[in-house]
């Protein structure tokens, strides 16, 4: 059964530490999402790719996150420097560009910041 | 502008009983509409969706829900509810004449209680 893998599943580190997060897509899928879980703020989409190009990132803070797909089988998230506020779930989803079909979501990353 | 709303936080229901979990949207065009699941420590699942077509919808695990045009609604339903069912329900909408993607509703958290 094809699935989004997200690594890693728990990162744990110090305030102003860089941390990257690593979302592998299901092969084909040509869109792919991140999305930032809070129980505060609930689901909020930081970043969205179409064929590896970003087509919004509007949702994420520009001075300390960065978002890329170096190629279709890898999507990265990065935040330096990071802060306690930072502290949530990363979601990555990918879909097949298609807007009436679903999107498929990974298991997420918790990120601690300290 | 579309959104989405689930004007409950956390519903409880008794093993066995019928259970319903609200959904109501608001879009300019015509509606795409998800429901997806969340188990602690996992991402969305996917488990239906509403596009054209019959008003009543069958997913998966038994979920079925209903598209009311009129209401603007799209509450998920179960006849039977299972505690494992107890998850956390997201409804979803994106409007399809437009090239938005999905807005996530805030979630509502289902107890099953034995």
């Known amino acids: 059964d094809a699935r989004v893998t997200q690594t890693p599943r728990h990162k744990v580190t110090e305030m102003g530490q860089e941390v990257t997060m690593r979302c592998q897509p299901i092969?084909?899928?040509?869109?792919v999402f991140w999305y930032r879980q809070t129980m505060m703020q609930g689901l909020e989409l930081l970043a969205y790719?179409?064929?590896?190009?970003?087509?919004?990132d509007s949702g994420m803070p520009k001075d300390r996150f960065s978002a890329e797909m170096p190629d279709a089988t890898l999507a990265t998230l990065k935040i330096q420097p990071s802060e306690p506020r930072d502290s949530a779930v990363y979601f990555c989803?990918?879909?097949?560009?298609?807007?009436?079909?679903?999107?498929?979501f990974g298991n997420g990353t918790r990120l601690t910041v300290t | 502008a579309q959104s989405v709303a689930q004007p409950e936080d956390q519903v409880n229901v008794a093993e066995g009983n019928p259970l319903t979990v609200k959904c109501t949207y608001s879009v300019s065009g015509n509606p795409y509409l998800f429901w997806y699941v969340q188990y602690p420590n996992r991402g969305l699942q996917f488990l239906l969706k509403?596009?054209?077509?019959?008003?009543l919808v069958k997913g998966s695990y038994g979920f079925e829900a209903e598209f009311n045009k009129s209401q603007t609604s799209f509450h998920l339903k179960k006849p039977s509810a299972l505690v494992s069912d107890s998850a956390l329900y997201f409804c979803a909408v994106r409007d399809g004449g437009s090239a938005r993607q999905l807005t996530f509703g805030s979630g509502t958290q289902l107890t099953v209680l034995p």
């Open positions: 092969l084909g899928h040509n869109t």
């Open positions: 790719f179409r064929n590896r190009a970003p087509l919004d």
């Open positions: 989803a990918s879909g097949n560009g298609v807007y009436n079909s679903p999107l498929h």
């Open positions: 509403y596009i054209t077509g019959d008003n």
